[in-house]
């Protein structure tokens, strides 16, 4: 047999039993156990990288968490907001009927609520059924007669779109049911809470760009450290790796170990930040809820087996960052390696 036959022969056999399952698996579990040595090998690296990759996945968690808080916050707000509109006192209900049927032909309106005058004044005994000398003040027909023809009726709308009140301002200001027996000393509460709307809206957006440019920083900065860690394991190790190569083992096998190492440090930073920010919320839940702002949506989701799926993205996230830094750096070297080769 000529000396090619058998170098054909021998690469064949190579190439038959590294497609063996048993061969694969006993190079799985040695590049992973070579991978999980690795990390151990070079701890205070490996510490320094999954502190950075943890600070970025926690900063993405935030922006996203403050980003759908502020944004519901907002929309509970335009849910609660109505249009409240005023009318001369003693108006007929015959009449806030009427113009309650024209309000609602709006394509704007959603509902139209209306109010006599009486009503109004049976509304206010119950806001004020504690003030014990209001209600004994009151407690006389004359002054309820009297108080009764001083408050203006109402109309209430509740609106679908509460940055467009044109229509509605034009039905106020141009039917003459509405222009004969509107309260022109009380007008109609168009921009009330829209300013207060307008800065939670601000706020979402800041959180949402801010967290977006902070974790595009610390993303970048994550992909440097795990890169320079794993240059430096290699470089700590190209020895060991000489050999191997000596012995045959390709590039799959070389490039493995250094791959686990920068997952394992992805997979504890996930872990670490999701339950970082799952624990920071619930600290401050209580204290976001006193100055009114809507954690509902949050909270339900976040107590929920969504929790799960929550950690499966935040450590798939922190996986995806090391594979790729590391895998930068190894192709680097072996690329440098290659030429340095030919040379």
């Known amino acids: 047999m000529s000396e090619e036959k058998v170098k054909n022969t021998k690469k064949n ?21 070579y991978g ?15 502190l950075v990759m943890t600070i970025t996945l926690v900063i993405l968690f935030i922006t996203i968490i403050a980003s759908a808080i502020l944004s519901s916050t907002a929309d509970t707000m335009r849910e609660k907001i109505d249009i409240t509109i005023y009318f001369k006192p003693t108006t007929s209900i015959t009449t806030l009927g009427k113009m309650a049927s024209t309000m609602s032909d709006d394509e704007n ?130 020895e060991e790796i000489y050999m191997m190569k000596l012995v045959g083992a390709d590039n799959g096998f070389i490039r493995g170990p250094f791959l686990i190492e920068a997952q394992i440090c992805g997979l504890i930073s996930g872990i670490i930040a999701a339950t970082i920010g799952y624990v920071g919320f619930h600290a401050i839940a209580p204290r976001l809820q006193g100055y009114g702002i809507d954690i509902s949506t949050i909270n339900n989701f976040l107590e ?24 930068l750096a190894i192709h680097k070297y072996l690329r440098g390696n290659k030429k340095r080769r030919k040379k």
């Open 109 to 238: 309106v959603k509902s139209v609520e209306v109010s006599t005058s009486e009503e109004e004044y049976n509304q206010f005994l119950k806001d004020n059924a504690d003030d014990a000398a209001l209600m004994a003040a009151l407690d006389d027909e004359a002054m309820r007669e009297l108080m009764i023809s001083t408050m203006q009726a109402t109309m209430r709308i509740k609106v679908y779109n509460i940055d467009d009140l044109s229509s509605i301002e034009n039905i106020v200001n141009n039917d003459r049911t509405f222009m004969t027996t509107i309260d022109q000393s009380k007008p109609p509460t168009y921009d009330v809470n829209r300013a207060e709307i307008e800065t939670i809206t601000s706020w979402a957006n800041v959180a949402r760009n801010g967290g977006i440019i902070l974790s595009i920083i610390f993303l970048a900065i994550s992909i440097l450290v795990i890169f320079n860690t794993i240059r430096m394991a290699i470089f700590s190790r190209r």
């Open 36 to 50: 999980a040595i690795g990390f151990a090998r070079n701890i205070w690296l490996s510490i320094a990288s999954t």
């Open 13 to 33: 056999l190579k190439t038959m039993s590294k497609s063996t399952s048993s061969y694969k698996l006993r190079s799985g579990s040695r590049i992973f156990k």
């Open 304 to 327: 929920t087996s969504w929790l799960v799926v929550i950690y499966l993205i935040t450590i798939t996230i922190g996986v995806l960052i090391g594979t790729i830094s590391s895998s």
